[in-house]
Nanobody, 113 residues
């Protein structure tokens, strides 16, 4: 099983980005899918998670700005990130629980003017 993340880049404060992460390989079903991030010098932290049935949970720092969604038919998870702030700058990693845990390779998000 492989997770391929894409959509990172440079954006100005207040801007938006939409990441995507597609799982491929021998997959019967995926339980939770989520996004984590790690800023320089900091530990990796949860950003958002979505269950197979669509229940979601968010870090307090992104509530009201980020929306996570998934397409079970495509084994893909998307975070829509709005009103981005410089403190959102980090490498973003997707994670899938099959229930074996798999991580994507990470995609850089930089919020700067």
């Amino acid at each position: 099983v492989q997770l391929q993340a894409s959509g990172g880049g440079l954006v100005q404060p207040g801007g938006s980005l939409r990441l995507s992460c597609e799982a491929s390989g021998s997959i019967f079903s995926i339980n939770n899918m989520g996004w984590y991030r790690q800023a320089p010098g900091k530990q990796r932290e949860l950003v958002a998670v979505i269950t197979r049935r669509g229940s979601t949970d968010y870090a307090d720092s992104v509530k009201g700005r980020f929306t996570i969604s998934r397409d079970n038919a495509k084994n893909t998870v998307y975070p829509q990130m709005n009103s981005l702030k410089p403190e959102d700058t980090a490498v973003y990693y997707c994670k899938a629980d099959l229930p074996a845990i798999y991580w994507g390779q990470g995609t850089q998000v930089t919020v700067s003017s």
